[in-house]
């Protein structure tokens, strides 16, 4: 069992920056591929982007690929989002996940956290 808590959201303006946290609980977090994912109001969840145990695959949604910047600290079990040159299209409740396999769908990850709100303003 693994549980997964963001932080890092907040309010910013287009072009600006955030940092979004997911802090895991456990012993295992070495052994889960994590990922991003976010919900904007009124869509379906989607993809942002994803890392393998060790780092060694990482994958973006085309949307944020070159502005977003994932990565994981697995001495202090903790996967990041650097998000850059925020724009208001962006705005989203954003989800960290594990799971056994990386990648973009959704239903690979078995553990989710609550969610964390980013929103851009024009």
């Known amino acids: 069992q693994v549980q997964l808590v963001e932080s890092g959201g907040g309010l910013v303006q287009a072009g600006g920056s955030l940092r979004l946290s997911c802090a895991a609980s456990?012993?295992?977090?070495?052994?889960?591929?994590m990922a991003w994912f976010r919900q904007a109001p009124g869509k379906e969840r989607g993809f942002v982007a994803a890392?393998?145990?060790?780092?060694?695959?990482?994958s973006y949604a085309n949307s944020v690929k070159g502005r977003f910047t994932i990565s994981r600290d697995n001495a202090r079990n903790t996967v990041y989002l650097q998000m850059n040159s925020l724009k208001p299209e962006d705005t989203a409740v954003y989800y960290c996940?594990?799971?056994?396999?990386?990648?973009?769908?959704?239903?690979?990850?078995?553990?989710w956290g609550q969610g964390t709100q980013v929103t851009v303003s024009s």
């Open positions: 996940a594990a799971g056994t396999s990386d990648g973009a769908y959704s239903p690979l990850y078995e553990f």
């Open positions: 456990g012993r295992t977090f070495s052994s889960y591929a």
């Open positions: 890392i393998t145990t060790n780092g060694g695959r990482i």
